[in-house]
């Protein structure tokens, strides 16, 4: 049998609808602070939901130059800048002797609309001459993963997760497997997402997906609360840096935590409604715990998925309890969502990263609006309030349309 290696984390980076970088979010998340306010993107005065959690204040130029900002979509951009931070903050660097040990994998789940409607609108008002030729490469998805590579000389694995809103939750849990099994030693992985636009918010409000909370955006993102009435679109970025441990402590770095577990699976039962009894996310859940080799028990945290959608929240709770057992009654369990919105491809990302910051600070962040429990979600879901309390082990859950499940278990370093 092979040797598996230890894979630890050593940088992080954020782009929310809560700040730019990893401490403006982190403390915009612990004073329960809403991210969600009115579209400004676009006039969403006919739309049945006029509100998201938009990322204010993003200037691109800041770590794109100039006259590359306009060839790639925003999802791009936020990707390459949280990649950035991340890699500062980890200070890893490529170097081309050890450049094929090096890896990327950053997805998203829908990518490029923003450009994709814009230059669809070229395309019927001024006829197919006009079209840019860096249209294609500026919406595939791939190519935030490439871009980050290009920029840092990353020559090992290069992919790029498409699972709906699992994918940066798969993201990095591939990217764990990768460095466990020796095919790389340093990972540069997340999830990315902008698509609060006219076909993305238009789409979901055909399907009665998103929250209509218009009048009070603040308030319209509440996971588990009886009067909740849909999720809320956001945007941002969340990518993580990996290492196996032996290369981490061979040059010095400081280790956030270390990542036990990941589990992997599939509801089999429709397109956008998860499973009525949970089994897919509670398969998901038991196969991150039996692979990070913990008893159910030894989890302190959970950040859910959390969506703030009737039968998601609903089963997402059967399925811990399910898990957990008695023991779900004493875990505290989040849905930072309340905070950020649903970053879709994004959300496993950032909140991976906010899962490790949890075990730094031993701090659990709130879910916000939680004001009247729905009788069927009965856990401690450290309602309105930041909660000051040492975590061993975290939970990061992520559940997407097509049945899709990602778990990962993040443990605190201890040597």
Known sequence: MPEFRRVVVTGLGLITPLGIGVEPSWAGLLAGRSGIRRITQFDASAFATQIAGEVDGFDPEAFIEPKEVKKVDRFIQFAIAAAEMAMKDSGVVIREESADRAGVAVGAGMGGLPIIEKVHSVLSERGPRRITPFFIPSVLI?????????????????????????????????SFRIIERGDADVMITGGTESCITP??????????????????????????????????????????ILESLDHAQARGARIYAEVIGYGLTSDAYHITSPDPHGDGAARCIRMALKGAGISPEAVDYVNAHGTS????DELETLAIKSVFGEHAHRLVVSSTKSMTGHLLGAAGGIEAVISVLALRDAMIPPTINLDNSDPECDLDYAPNTAREQEVAVALSNSFGFGGTNACIVFRKFTG
């Open 142 to 174: 791939n190519l935030a993963s490439g871009h980050i590579s290009i920029r840092y000389g990353a020559k090992g694995p290069n992919i790029a997760q498409v699972t709906a809103c699992a994918t940066g939750s798969h993201a990095i849990g591939d």
């Open 199 to 240: 076909l993305g918010v238009g789409g979901f409000n055909a399907m009665k997906a998103l929250s209509t909370r218009n009048e009070e955006p603040e308030r319209a993102s509440r996971p588990f609360d009886r009067d909740r009435d849909g999720f809320v679109m956001g945007e941002g970025a969340g990518v993580m």
């Open 309 to 312: 959608t009737k039968y998601g």
